[in-house]
C-alpha cells in the first residue's frame, strides 16, 4: 500500500540528502506516486513479466571516435535474442530523448550482438509506453 511504499522510500534517503532536500515528504510522496503510476501502466507490467530485466545498466564505446558512457535505465531481455531497452521519464516528451534511446540502442547490441533491440520511452504517469 502507498503508506508502506512510502515509509519504505523514505528510509532509503540518506541523512545528508534528507538535509540537502529539506521537504522529504514532498519528495518522497512524488517518488511513491511515479512508481504506482509505473505498476499501473498494463504495457510495462506485460514487458517486465517477458523476461529477465535489468536494471541501471551501465556502458562505455566509441562513437565516431568519441568515448561515450551512460547507464540504461532498464533492459528486458526476453523470447530468445529479443532486447527492449525501457527510458523511463518524467515529465513531457522531448526529441532529445528519442536521441538518447537511440543511442542506449547501439550500447544494448554492442552488449548483446545479434540480438533484436528495440525500445520504449515510459513517460511516467502517461499512460502505455511510447
Known amino acids: 500500500d502507498a503508506d508502506s511504499l512510502r515509509e519504505a522510500a523514505a528510509g532509503l534517503l540518506r541523512r545528508d540528502e534528507r538535509q540537502e532536500i529539506g521537504h522529504d515528504d514532498l519528495l518522497v510522496g512524488r517518488a511513491v506516486d511515479t512508481y504506482l503510476s509505473l505498476c499501473r ?21 566509441t ?45 544494448a547490441r554492442a552488449i548483446f550482438p545479434g540480438s533484436i533491440v528495440d525500445s520504449r520511452i515510459v513517460y511516467a504517469g502517461q499512460g502505455a509506453p511510447a
Do not use: M, W
Not at 561515450?68 to 532498464?74: E, Q, Y
Not at 535474442?81 to 534511446?101: A, I, S, Y
Open 41 to 61: 501502466n498494463a504495457g510495462v507490467r506485460d514487458l517486465y513479466r517477458s523476461g529477465a530485466v535489468l536494471h541501471e545498466v551501465p556502458f562505455t564505446f
Open 63 to 107: 562513437v565516431n571516435g568519441q568515448i561515450v558512457r551512460g547507464v540504461i535505465d532498464c533492459l528486458v531481455r526476453s523470447g530468445g535474442n529479443r532486447v527492449t531497452v525501457l527510458e523511463f521519464k518524467t515529465g513531457r516528451p522531448h526529441p532529445e530523448h528519442d536521441l538518447q534511446v537511440e543511442l542506449y540502442c547501439e550500447a
